[in-house]
């Protein structure tokens, strides 16, 4: 059994139906907020997990060699 929770594609809104709701101050409810930080982590946890590029380390090694000389 497979899930089709967050597969489908978004629905875009047109502004101009929107009316008066676009024009407050939006906000977001805690629940909200904590419910979008924990899936967001959840959806990159993995990707943080994963090893730097040796490709990546190189060029930060480079940066940080650079900042460190002093201008000329």
Avoid: C
């Amino acid at each position: 059994m497979t899930s089709d929770k967050g597969k489908s594609d978004a629905t875009l809104i047109p502004e101009a139906s929107l009316g008066e709701k676009l024009s407050g101050n939006p906000k977001l409810d805690r629940p909200i907020q904590t419910r979008i930080g924990v899936q967001l982590r959840a959806m990159y946890d993995e990707l943080m997990q994963q090893p730097v590029p040796p490709r990546l380390k190189d060029l930060l090694t480079k940066l940080e060699r650079s900042d460190e000389e002093p201008s000329r």
